[in-house]
């Protein structure tokens, strides 16, 4: 098979990298062997929430700025802060192009409230979620929490207790269904994507509605549990449009509604824009030829290769296996990429989980243009985009979306440029 590009990963890097390529008229195929770090997301994508010396970032622009004195290694600084922030305005557009609909601004970070009700600083957060402009600025200061009975991937209690630091008054209520009695038989049915199936029936909506209903004389505002509309996208709109009071999606444990509907929308996108998309299958191997990777191949497709001018590494890291920790080394497993990781293996970590890790900085080597080093020299036609790139730290610093993202769009153009020259 042949094709302008092969991307190998389809989680968000991948598939941003594949829409704006195939946006741009080329033939190009995904080739992905499973779930993404997608199916986890919390519904927002951060920018820049941090500096790596911990001052907290209300400019994510500015702070890029920052971050190419700071960090020269990082992702951001690679790419430079002007080219950052052009591909931070295009990546909201893409989204919503794909059916993706976020709010938020790059110039300002608004916060968003994980499943423990603690507020975050984020960059984009996907339309219906609980956000706020500033910090302990909640839109309510009556409010009920309604979850759905017996689902314990929600906590009614501990968002209560951050919300009451606010002075909200918060009341709980939960809504049971036959068709929820039906999956509560096996306790381990009840999980996130189970429930949002049944509020796909019109009837469960209904009834849904006509709980919330219940509950607006005496509150401001009404919490749900992110587990409407799976298969359906409007699920959330009805809802809303049912009902007199305002609603807000709190982020539940995984799996993710929100990121596997995103998943499927860029899936959706990809192919209509005519992509090529493999789901589960592994590119196991690659050939090289003067320098240039020439075929790579999978383990489904077994001895027919996968031919490109370019290709873009976009396994993502350690939690998607495109980094693999071996005892004393980091393998990229596909091309032997170069990595960055420090040589002892005491540095890897500290016992203290919500330490900054340094593990979490380790990936793939690049060149300035994310083109991959191997044997220290930049593979030509090689790139590498997203989660598996060396030396950023997505949790801590809160830019993991937008690394994968940015570097996505920015090795779309460096492919496109190329091209063209
Ligand atoms: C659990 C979790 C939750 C997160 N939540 C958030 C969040 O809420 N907000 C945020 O801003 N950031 C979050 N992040 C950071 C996250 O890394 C990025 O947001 C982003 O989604 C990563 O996308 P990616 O495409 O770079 O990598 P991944 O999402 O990891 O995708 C890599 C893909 O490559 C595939 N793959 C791997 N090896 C091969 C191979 N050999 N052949 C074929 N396919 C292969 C994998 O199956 C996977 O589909 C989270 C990260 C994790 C791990």
């Known amino acids: 098979m042949r094709f302008d590009t092969v991307i190998i990963g389809g989680g968000l890097a991948g598939m941003v990298c594949g829409i704006r390529l195939a946006e741009a008229g080329q033939r190009c195929a995904i080739v992905s062997q499973g779930q993404s770090a997608l199916h986890f997301s919390s519904g927002s994508f951060d920018l820049l929430s941090k500096l790596p010396d911990g001052e907290a970032v209300a400019d994510p622009i500015a702070g890029m700025a920052a971050l190419e004195k700071m960090a020269p290694e990082h992702p951001y600084a690679l790419i430079g802060a002007e080219a950052c922030e052009s591909y931070a305005r295009q990546a909201p557009l893409i989204l919503q192009e794909t059916g993706i609909s976020v709010v938020g601004d790059c110039r300002k970070n608004h916060y968003r409230v994980t499943p423990m009700g603690k507020e975050k600083a984020t960059w984009l957060t996907i339309d219906g979620y609980l956000t706020a402009e500033d910090s302990g600025q909640l839109p309510f200061k009556k409010v009920c929490i309604l979850n759905v009975e017996g689902f314990l991937d929600f906590y009614p209690e501990f968002i209560a207790e951050e919300f009451r630091k606010q002075e909200v008054v918060c009341h709980f209520a939960t809504i049971n269904l036959p068709d929820l009695e039906h999956i509560r038989k096996n306790p381990s049915e009840m999980r996130s994507a189970n429930i949002a199936r049944v509020f796909d029936h019109e009837d469960n909506l209904a009834a849904l509605a006509a709980k919330i209903h219940a509950l607006a004389a005496d509150h401001e505002a009404v919490i749900l549990p992110a587990v409407i509309g799976i298969n359906r996208s409007d699920a959330f709109e009805v809802l809303k449009s049912s009902v007199t009071i305002p609603l807000y999606l709190l982020p539940t444990l995984p799996p993710s509604i929100p990121g596997i509907k995103a998943q499927q929308a860029l899936q959706r996108r990809f192919r209509s824009l005519g992509g090529e998309y493999f789901l589960g299958d592994t590119v196991l191997t690659a050939e090289s030829e003067e320098g240039r990777v020439k075929e790579v191949f999978t383990v489904n497709h077994g001895d027919e290769p996968f031919r490109a001018d370019h290709f873009v590494l976009a396994t993502g890291s350690f939690f998607s296996k495109g980094l693999i920790a071996t005892p004393d080394s980091i393998r990229e497993p596909v091309f032997g990429a170069d990595t960055l990781f420090n040589p002892s293996r005491a540095d890897w970590y500290t016992l203290h989980f919500f330490d900054r890790q340094n593990y979490q900085a380790f990936g793939v080597k690049t060149d300035r243009r994310l083109r991959v080093l191997r044997g220290g020299s930049a593979v030509d036609n090689l790139y590498c985009a997203g989660a598996g790139l060396a030396g950023f730290h997505p949790i801590q ?25």
Not at 397 to 421: F, P, T
């Open 397 to 421: 610093d809160g830019c993991g979306a937008g690394v994968s993202l940015l570097s996505a769009l920015y090795v779309a153009d460096q492919i496109l440029k190329e091209k063209r020259s």
